[in-house]
């Protein structure tokens, strides 16, 4: 199951049936989404950036994947 969840991140597809397959009926989450970010460190070798989310509802599985991957 992890592998198929693993492969299914990578994947530019973005395929999300492993998860779909292997969360149960009656998974719960959330989707982070920014409202706000404040870049604290730029350049090599890497670039930090603080942000603060929206506290989000618990979703279903499907509206979950939905809302993740989503713009």
């Known amino acids: 199951m992890l592998a ?3 492969s ?7 395929d999300m049936q492993g998860f779909r397959e292997g ?3 009656d998974f719960l989450g959330s989707v982070l989404r920014p409202v706000e970010s404040r870049l604290v460190r730029s350049g ?5 950036h603080q ?3 929206t506290e989000g509802s618990a ?3 499907d509206e979950f994947l939905r ?3 989503l713009p």
């Open 23 to 25: 969360a149960c009926a």
């Open 44 to 48: 090599p070798p890497i670039e930090v």
């Open 8 to 14: 299914g991140l990578l994947a530019i597809s973005r």
């Open 4 to 6: 198929a969840w693993s």
């Open 59 to 61: 979703l279903g599985r």
């Open 67 to 69: 809302g993740a991957f």
């Open 51 to 53: 942000s603060k989310v």
